[in-house]
């Protein structure tokens, strides 16, 4: 060691690979990267359904809970246009309303048409006629005097405050969140399984690696960060392109649903997921699951990690 | 530095090992650890670098009863303990330079702060013209000589090395052998296992601690 001293002393750049300490393909990378991928995309599609479902619901409640319906159904003989002007007239006078729009005849057979189809002729059938009423908010529950009023004014008008429907709604729009939680739950512990395996299986083929470092005097968190950094960047990896994968199915789905949204059946679809489309929060909910799912990666494998060390020597 | 005390060990429920293992090693001490093959050199090497957990008796290292330290106290006793190992366990994906200087970077040190150091010590034994190379494109010498420089790297106060000669030629080995010497002046205590009976000749003053049928028995080495 007392040797006469170098000339002169080579640049790192020729000394250094700077490879990582745990060699990337000691890991089944390529495997993790595609589950977590996968994973990430039906962990995104569930959110951003619930998201959905939850926003649309919200449009649903404000939407029905602000209206009411004048249903005046067809009598033998009677002058239904004279009635549903009536029960409009006797509407658009009670306290607490804001608007109030008869649906003519030609435009309650059109209501039809979707489930009927547009070459029946319906002017023989007793199409009931519907009178929507725009409430103004806080006058939800003060539906007593209007409803005495048409019973005078206007018989055979019933009103339908959709009280029954919001109640269904309600149960619905929260079963699908639950369920989206749930299922989001599940994929995230399958999700960990699968970083759990894989960070066994490179610790059980990183072995020899860990006693060189073990015997040459590296800590357990030394050597847990070697491994963290790598299921890091694996995990940002997987993570970016399942969210990614799903941003763009969001956005697609979008632009088919505008794209379908005359149809009927589009309507249909409008009206459970409005026009299908994440709002920016939708988006940033994408963004934020990557990145928990990025760190959850690092965190587990280090955590698994510093067991497994600690049951070495 | 480092005291067994009626030490056994067992694998499973087999038959022990090793057992009744009493002797010291001293600081600046030089000791060969000798005996046939098979018959726990290896073993009590492991024993003494804290690898293997003796199934009874004491072992005392730097003052501390093993049985008592944590992972983070076994860390700080292994900074302090250089070691060759009989298969090298040198990292195939690390180059020459990066193997030797392992022990310094975990440590935390800056690569810019040991790079003279590490040169130097490759050079000294012979590698400075392999620095660059993985260990597959290394001869059998010369990865054990790399592996010799990564225990010396850290100036150990206690060196163990298992058959640290034992790829190499005649010559070589005695330069090896002069390194452990000058490090042994330098302050470290060494221990090497070795069989090789005609290396422990030349250095008549070194005690020998001979393992045999599991048991040990020390020799005290000549005066100097």
């Not at chain 1, 393909?25 to 495997?31: F, T, V």
Request: glycine fraction near 10%; charge should be neutral; include cysteine.
């Amino acid at each position: 060691m007392n040797a006469s001293s170098p000339p002169t002393l080579p640049p790192a750049s020729q000394l250094k690979r700077d490879m990582p300490l745990i060699p990337s393909d000691s890991i089944a990378g390529r495997a993790l990267v595609v589950v977590i991928a996968i994973m990430t995309f039906l962990a995104c599609l569930t959110a951003g359904g619930a998201i959905l479902v939850a926003d649309a619901s919200q449009g649903w409640r404000a939407g029905v809970s602000r209206d009411v319906t004048i249903q005046i159904k067809p009598r033998p003989g009677g002058d239904a246009d004279a009635l549903v002007a009536a029960a409009a007239d006797i509407a658009a006078r009670a306290p607490g309303i804001a608007e109030v729009h008869a649906y003519s005849k030609a435009e309650s057979e059109n209501l039809l048409a979707p489930w009927l189809g547009d070459g029946l002729d319906l002017g023989q059938l007793p199409v009931p006629r519907l009178i929507v009423v725009h409430m103004q908010s806080g006058h939800r529950e003060d539906l007593e005097p209007l409803r005495q009023a048409l019973a005078a004014g206007a018989p055979g008008a019933s009103l339908d405050d959709h009280r029954l429907w919001l109640s269904r709604l309600d149960t619905m729009a929260d079963a699908i969140v639950v369920f989206a939680a749930a299922l989001f739950a599940l994929m995230i512990l399958a999700m960990a399984t699968a970083i759990g395996f894989a960070t066994r299986g490179a610790m059980a083929g990183t072995r020899e690696i860990i006693d060189v470092l073990h015997f040459v005097g590296a800590a357990d968190s030394y050597i847990a960060r070697q491994f963290q950094g790598h299921f890091l960047r694996l995990g940002f990896k997987g993570a970016a392109i399942g969210g990614l994968s799903a941003a763009l199915f969001f956005g697609l789905a979008s632009l088919v649903s505008l794209w379908r949204s005359r149809s009927a059946g589009g309507e249909q679809i409008a009206a459970l997921f409005g026009a299908f489309a994440l709002g920016l929060g939708g988006y940033a909910a994408i963004a934020a699951i990557c990145l928990a799912i990025a760190g959850l990666t690092a965190l587990l494998s280090r955590e698994i990690v510093f067991r497994q060390l600690r049951s070495l020597l | 530095m480092l005291r067994f005390e009626n030490v056994g060990l067992r694998y499973g429920v087999g038959a022990e090992v090793v057992r009744d293992l009493n002797f010291g090693v001293a600081p600046q001490s030089f000791q060969f650890l000798t005996g046939p093959s098979g018959a726990g050199k290896t073993t009590m090497l492991r024993l003494m670098l804290l690898s293997l957990r003796p199934t009874r008796g004491t072992i005392h290292i730097f003052g501390q009863d093993a049985a008592k330290l944590d992972k983070d106290a076994i860390t700080a006793i292994r900074r302090r303990i250089g070691v060759v190992f009989q298969d090298f366990r040198l990292l195939d994906h690390l180059t020459t330079y990066e193997n030797v200087a392992l022990p310094l970077k975990v440590m935390g040190r800056s690569e810019g702060g040991y790079r003279a150091e590490v040169v130097e010590l490759l050079r000294w034994v012979g590698l400075g013209d392999r620095m660059n190379a993985l260990p597959p494109v290394l001869s059998g010498g010369e990865k054990q000589r790399a592996a010799i420089a990564r225990a010396l790297i850290v100036r150990p106060e206690l060196l163990l090395a298992d058959e640290p000669t034992g790829n190499v030629d005649p010559s070589l080995a005695r330069r090896l052998l002069r390194l452990f010497v000058e490090l042994h002046k330098s302050g470290t205590a060494v221990v090497i296992a070795t069989h090789d009976l005609a290396l422990m000749d030349q250095f008549g003053y070194a005690r020998r601690l001979v393992v045999g049928d599991g048991q040990l028995k020390v020799f005290e080495g000549d005066s100097p």
